[in-house]
């Protein structure tokens, strides 16, 4: 039985009526672990154990400090501000920082979304988010209790706010000076982004009929290439699905979607479609500016989160209003909430306001489509054309003075001025490349110095590709659901399922978003269980094999060995760190409720799961990284992320730092360097493959499993970077390590390297660093042994 | 006639490759100069207050030259066949290189000391003064590098710039601001003559 909150009369009994009001029976009783919402050093232990394995590593942008009036002070050098703090604290302030604003993100993201859903459902609105036990594994492990209504989020919230101002102050002038305790704060706020990402999809999937655990969701159109232009055409940009929700339904009652295209960019898109079949998908942030300068939008609708800071801007010059539905982003527009829908319409058409922050989001859901309606006749009679016509677009290239300042400021280093001499040639094979790799940000508009257009004259030139880009990607299925974990939790331990690679993030690729559907696509082929979410899953669908399909067509999305699975929208990350959760408690019997520290060890001891976010821009994606790191998840990035300034490199040349315990007995086992790094970058997807096969080893893997990550780290580095890895003997504890096809081979060049080899009976007498042991407990926590060795 | 016209393909050697051009009487040859356009490649890119020093190629070539444990790293942008033969030429003289990136791919075959890095992993060893090397016989007190993609290189040297006692020298075709010296901006011709100077310097195998 549920008790509610609420006023209550009993029968029979005059003038008394019962309130209850918070309700919070039985969450306390059940805390399993030590760490019940665990305070900013509750954990340090912890942090400090994996600071010592794997080292931050920092690559400053900015060798200077200047967040307060002391300075600016020159820190080169690892020299002293005037405040005391040194170029390294000062890296590991800005790593804590960032992680904050990450998790500020996401956590006010689930706040909104919690009080509009509240008010809308009650508090007493039932968690559901499919067939699952374990339904908040990071609420258990971190808050120590079961959530069974929305409204028991509330306490979640509460805590993740509070950690975090805690965590604002520590980096204020004159507070923390450590780096290695601004690192332990970081992992902090990176736990807590996790947390806040959780509650946000949790409530939104329980609230609002998003999928819940469902593997065979339907595919939802993606591309610039998929709308109508003709129809009036409604965008909505940012993450929060509150404001776009009010408008499917509203076009839904009125049977509007045969009329009018709506369609997302960035992870509003994802969560539309977890909302509704209608919605379509743009893309992802890097598709914003272009789509916006195609002219084809009639409205933009934005609410938070990865919305440009000009797009009111670029709306203006092509008659397109904003409404903005986010108190996060108001761009000084007029509050109209508490105007009629036709005045503001009629504001907006006329041109009298360029946009309107509306926080009413039933006036946004009705607003919208027919300002829709209007607004597309309004610009087709007035003729708004976005991109320079054939004749403009041969005078522009022509314009072109080779000065490279273009390429000089844009992220990629694009060759714009070779695609230019190209197109007055009349080829525009090369921008058609360019439109792929461009992230869409603009800088070359301001860079040009004869005032060329370069991003509309990229698009211009690019249309044909535009018009064909048409995915598809599998709708966001949410959490994964416990029988899925039973059923893979054991091949994971193990090693024979090779790994969990999880394609997070956003899109500031190095060589545009064709390298993503590539790496997807050998390790989905080599029994990867492949998880996507935000940008990278809708990338994924970008592209089609030979037969017209694209990988989410080709692969069913279970979690099992060789599928692709779509967990949804940013906050759907979450649900991928859940997942190693589940299976430490699913398959191993891990107690959860306040427990982080062992789940986190053995997760980083047994779970061969890495995240990969090749195109991370945002605070957000390094807030994710470093919550999955504290979780024991290693993450790699892009040659971009370097520019997080901040990374946990493992060396595996110091043999001390391999040592784990052994759980059964706490005796000391130096171990292979498994996993050997926890963030890292790499330059080129060539790099990327062998890396991911290398992070998936662990030390718990059984000989089978081995052989098989084996196997892949080996022919991925020979496939990509022509050569045997250095370090893979190194993986070697007995000759059933060795992959079976290439056994004897392997047994030659370890005999080459100095191995004792038993040629009669193939077998290993002498070499490895530890034998294979299938009861090792391998664990970083001395307290977990069952007896500690003297 | 352009600086492109200096530079002739390199031999089977790939020790000689600046031809000196047939001076008119009375006419100097126009010299390479690696100094001008001593800006950050990437506008934004400035660092703080110190930045690399511009030199000539002769310079970079005498530092390379002159180091006790010496250490080349190139990257993922040395496969064109004009950089990849003077990364030989470089490895053909004894210099051990580290391929970050992809760029083994291309230096496997070559019979050099060539070695697969990470870039940042690479960075971080650097930083570690008890490193052994990528073969183990010790650390390095200079690195130069070349061909990494740009902003990558230069976040990866900013670590060794600030933690490290090592001496770093960009020889790339971009100015690299967080190396102890380097060459300015330059066009691909006058890079690749550059390169050709700095091999100059090198010690004969």
């Given amino acids: ?790 | 006639m352009t600086k492109k016209e200096h530079v002739k393909p390199l031999d089977k050697t790939g020790t000689k490759t600046v031809e000196k051009p047939v001076a008119k009487p009375q006419e100097k040859p126009e010299a390479i100069d690696t100094t001008r356009q001593a800006v950050p490649f990437d506008t934004g890119n400035i660092p703080g207050p110190k930045m690399a020093r511009a030199v000539m190629p002769a310079v970079q070539g005498k530092m390379l030259a002159k180091a006790k444990r010496p250490l080349l790293i190139v990257g993922s942008q040395i496969h064109e066949e004009d950089v990849l033969s003077r990364v030989v030429a470089m490895g053909q003289t004894g210099l051990q290189i580290a391929a970050v990136g992809n760029a083994y791919k291309s230096l496997g075959d070559k019979g050099l000391d060539v070695h697969y890095a990470n870039m940042h992993a690479l960075a971080s060893y650097l930083c570690d003064p008890e490193w052994q090397g990528l073969d183990g016989k010790g650390g390095y007190d200079l690195v130069a590098f070349f061909g990494i993609t740009y902003y990558y290189a230069s976040q990866a040297i900013s670590a060794l710039k600030n933690f490290s006692k090592i001496r770093v020298i960009s020889i790339d075709k971009y100015y690299h601001p967080n190396a102890d010296m380097s060459f300015g901006n330059l066009k691909k011709d006058v890079f690749i003559a550059a390169l050709d100077e700095v091999i100059k310097e090198l010690p004969k195998r």
């Fill in chain 1, 1 to 790: 039985m549920i008790v509610k909150k609420g006023s209550f009369v009993i029968e029979g009994l005059e003038n008394v009526q019962i309130n209850i009001g918070k309700i919070g029976e039985g969450l306390e009783e059940k805390i399993e672990g030590p760490t019940p919402r665990p305070e900013i050093i509750s954990l340090r232990n912890w942090d400090y154990r994996i600071l010592d394995r794997y080292a931050p590593v920092y690559t400053p942008t900015s060798d200077m400090c200047d967040y307060c009036t002391y300075g600016k002070c020159d820190l080169t050098g690892n020299k002293e501000g005037a405040c005391g703090i040194d170029l390294e604290g000062q890296s590991a302030r800005q790593a804590l920082m960032t992680s904050i604003m990450g998790a500020a993100c996401h956590t006010a993201h689930g706040r909104h979304l919690l009080h509009y859903l509240i008010k809308k459902y009650g508090e007493d609105r039932l968690i559901d988010v499919g067939p699952s036990n374990l339904k908040a594994p990071l609420t258990e492990t971190i808050m120590g209790i079961q959530p069974q209504t929305i409204g028991d989020f509330l306490p979640v919230l509460d805590y993740i706010e509070e950690q975090l101002t805690q965590l604002i102050a520590a980096a204020n002038t004159g507070q923390e000076g450590s780096a290695r305790d601004f690192e332990s704060k970081a992992f902090h706020a990176g736990m807590l982004d996790l947390l806040g990402m959780e509650v946000a999809d949790i409530i939104q999937i329980s609230c609002m009929g998003l999928p819940k655990s469902d593997e065979k969701t339907p595919m939802a159109e993606i591309g610039m290439g998929i709308l109508d232009s003709k129809k009036p055409v409604v965008i909505c940009v940012g993450h929060n699905i509150a404001a776009p929700a009010y408008i499917l339904d509203y076009m839904d009652k009125g049977g509007l979607f045969d009329k009018i295209e709506i369609a997302g960019l960035c992870c509003t898109a994802h969560d539309m479609t977890r909302y509704s079949k209608s919605a379509k998908i743009i893309g992802s942030m890097s598709k914003e500016l272009k789509y916006i300068r195609s002219g084809i939008p009639d409205v933009l609708v934005t609410d938070e989160q990865c919305v440009r800071a000009d797009i009111l801007r670029e709306a203006k010059k092509l008659h397109i209003p904003v409404i903005a539905t986010n108190e996060k982003i108001t761009y000084g527009l007029p509050d109209r909430s508490n105007d009629s829908i036709d005045t503001i319409i009629d504001d907006l058409a006329s041109g009298k306001n360029e946009g309107a922050l509306l926080l009413d989001l039933e006036k946004v859901g009705e607003l919208v489509p027919r300002l829709a309606v209007k607004m597309a006749e309004i610009r087709k009679a007035k003729g708004i054309t976005a991109l320079p016509d054939q004749e403009d677009f041969r005078k522009l290239v022509a314009k072109c003075t080779k000065c490279l300042q273009c390429t000089r400021d844009c992220p990629q280093s694009l060759p714009i001025s070779d695609a230019m001499a190209a197109a007055v040639n009349g080829d525009l094979a090369p921008f058609e490349i360019l439109h792929d790799k461009c992230v869409g940000c603009g800088r070359c508009d301001y860079s040009c110095p004869v005032g060329i257009p370069v991003l509309n004259v990229i698009e211009k030139a690019s249309q044909q590709v535009i018009r064909e880009e048409k995915g598809k990607m599998r709708i966001g299925r949410g959490q994964i659901g416990d029988p899925e974990i039973r059923e893979e939790g054991r091949n994971l331990v193990l090693g024979t399922t090779p790994g969990v690679l999880a394609f997070v993030g956003c899109g500031n690729y190095p060589d545009g978003t064709k390298d993503v559907y590539d790496v997807v696509e050998e390790m989905i082929q080599r029994s990867y269980i492949i998880i996507t979410s935000g940008c990278a899953a809708m990338d994924v669908g970008m592209y089609k094999d030979k037969e017209g399909k694209t990988l989410y067509e080709r692969y069913p999305g279970r979690f099992i060995k060789g599928n692709l699975l779509n967990t949804g929208s940013c906050v759907s990350n979450a649900h991928i760190a859940a997942t190693t959760i589940k299976v430490a408690s699913i398959f191993a019997g891990r107690k959860t409720k306040g427990n982080w520290e062992e789940i986190a060890d053995y997760v980083l001891n047994r779970i061969g799961a890495v995240g990969i976010a090749w195109g991370a821009y945002s605070q957000k994606a390094f807030a994710i990284a470093t919550g999955c790191n504290r979780l024991g998840i290693p993450v790699v990035a892009g040659p971009h992320g370097t520019k997080y300034r901040r990374a946990f490199i493992g060396k595996p040349y110091r043999k001390e730092d391999w040592n784990v315990l052994d759980g059964r007995d706490g005796s000391v086992i130096n171990v292979e360097p498994a996993p050997e790094h926890l963030m890292i970058t790499a330059e080129t997807k060539d790099e990327l493959m062998p890396l991911l096969a290398k992070l998936c080893f662990r030390p718990s893997d059984n000989s089978l499993g081995r052989a098989i990550k084996l196997t892949h780290y080996i022919e991925l580095s020979e496939k990509y970077l022509k050569k045997m890895p250095d370090d893979w003997h190194v993986y070697v504890r007995n000759e059933a390590d060795l992959p079976v096809a290439k056994r004897e081979q392997l047994l030659k060049l370890l005999e080459e390297k100095g191995w004792k080899i038993d040629w009669e009976k193939k077998k290993i007498t002498e070499g490895p660093l530890r034998k294979v042991d299938v009861s090792f407990q391998p664990t970083n926590v001395p307290r977990l042994c069952k007896e500690v060795k003297k």
